[in-house]
């Protein structure tokens, strides 16, 4: 790619460039696919970690909810929790997929050339410096004339408009003819690539995220909102009372396709994500909705305190006192505080009361238990004791089922053995 000669002697020449396509990440996989398995990596490893924290009972003080609100006040089991969760990611892997399948092939080899249109748009704008500052009565001239002579040669030229005296450098166009044209400033270069480097994805990661806030919040909203939107979909995830790590994505798949997966999907299209800034978005994304769930208030835990997002503030929404506040989601909480949807009452009482009744009923079921088991016990001594005599052989005992407690089949939900046998 060659500069035509007026742009040679006006502004520093753009460098030529050639395309190719852009190597995986983790050969063999491509990167489109990478970017949709590692949030799934990134969803079950982080579950699984604060599922051992959980069942192993450590950090009790952090703890948002006791063992025994999680055994009580839950109206899912774990496993079917896992089953939708699974259901959930194919779908959310097959859409995603689907839409990367239309993507353009991503190349490099013109980062080079980025970096200097960045760094022309910064000598461009140096050209109105001189005016500027004489509007309000500096002579932007005189002063860098009299800076170069003093040895500030790039400050001159800054307050010249852009105009550095001994940037020069010699090319050759395409003609054969050698010229000399300006060089860019090591500043100008510098700053250029923070801006394509680290400023432009920082800016797009921030419109995704608004964008992902944004969506979720309204439709969210109108989960709750609307009565046959609840019912139909969204009352699913508010089985969970007590919410733990991996009931994140515990959802109706319809719910789930159109909150999480089209969320996600809308923020970094229209952001304009390469595919691996895209496995930064969909990554952090899901740890931040993982973080949120765990029923855990760790001092410790950046993504606690990056935002007033976090474990608890999301649990309180999945409270019956709290159902229809605290709607945003995963990151900011930008929008209950402009609309006024964010819980302002009073938290310790309710869940010390909601605490202690958990604990009553654990116990009562207990209690109850304890009671079927000693009554049952003489019965089962008699059947025993009991034959059946029959005139075609030997005698044979009469089969005993043993009656067990329905409120205490299925799995114990981390509920350590010194709870459930108080």
């Known amino acids: 790619m060659a500069a035509n000669a007026s742009a040679v002697f006006d502004l520093p020449p753009l460098p030529t460039y050639t395309l190719s396509a852009r190597e995986p990440l983790l050969p063999p996989i491509p990167d489109n696919v990478l970017a949709l398995i590692l949030p ?34 839950n109206k899912v089991t774990r496993w079917e929790v896992v089953r939708d969760v699974v259901l959930q990611q194919i779908i959310q892997t097959i859409a995603g997929y689907a839409m990367s399948y239309f993507d353009a092939v991503e190349v490099v080899g013109r980062e080079d050339y980025d970096v200097a249109v960045w760094a022309t748009r910064l000598r461009l704008l140096q050209t109105v410096i001189p005016s500027t500052l004489g509007f309000v009565g ?5 002063l860098s004339e009299s ?9 001159a030229g800054v307050l010249a408009g852009g105009s550095y005296r001994n940037l020069v450098q010699s090319m050759v166009l395409d003609n054969g003819v050698e010229v000399v044209a300006p060089a860019f400033a090591s500043w100008e270069l510098s700053v250029a690539s923070i801006i394509y480097w680290y ?16 969506w ?42 159109l909150l999480d997966t089209l969320g996600t999907g809308v923020g970094y299209l229209v952001s304009g994500m390469t595919s691996r800034q895209s496995m930064v978005f969909f990554t952090f994304s899901t740890i931040k909705t993982v973080d949120d769930h765990c029923g855990y208030a760790f001092p410790w835990d950046p993504l606690q305190h990056v935002t007033s997002n976090n474990a608890a503030y999301h649990d309180i929404h999945h409270q019956s006192w709290g159902i229809k506040t605290n709607f945003s989601q995963p990151f900011f909480t930008f929008w209950d505080r402009l609309l006024n ?13 909601a605490r202690e ?28 004791d009991r034959v059946v005599v029959s005139l075609d052989g030997p005698a044979t005992r009469t089969r005993f089922r043993r009656k067990t407690v329905d409120s205490l089949k299925g799995p114990s939900h981390a509920v350590p053995g010194s709870v459930l046998h108080k």
């Open 147 to 155: 800076l170069y002579h003093s040895g500030h040669s790039v400050l």
């Open 357 to 384: 009744n958990a604990q009553k009923q654990l116990e009562a079921d207990i209690v109850q238990a304890q009671k079927e088991t000693s009554i049952s016990a003489p019965s089962l001594e008699r059947e025993r």
């Open 199 to 214: 400023l432009i994805p920082g800016l797009q990661f921030a419109l995704a995220v608004s964008i992902l806030d944004t």
């Open 40 to 73: 799934i990596i990134a969803y079950w490893g982080l579950s699984m970690v604060y599922h051992f924290i959980d069942v192993n009972g450590y950090f009790e003080q952090y703890r948002l909810h006791t063992p025994a609100e999680v055994l009580k006040r």
């Open 216 to 257: 979720q919040y309204f439709l969210h909203r109108a989960m709750h909102l609307n009565r046959w939107l609840y019912v139909t979909f969204h009352s699913r995830h508010h089985r969970l009372y007590v919410p733990y790590a991996f009931g994140a994505l515990y959802n109706h798949p319809v719910e789930g396709f």
């Open 341 to 353: 949807t964010q819980w302002k009452g009073e938290t310790k009482l309710r869940y010390e009361r």
């Open 138 to 142: 500096v002579d932007a001239l005189g």
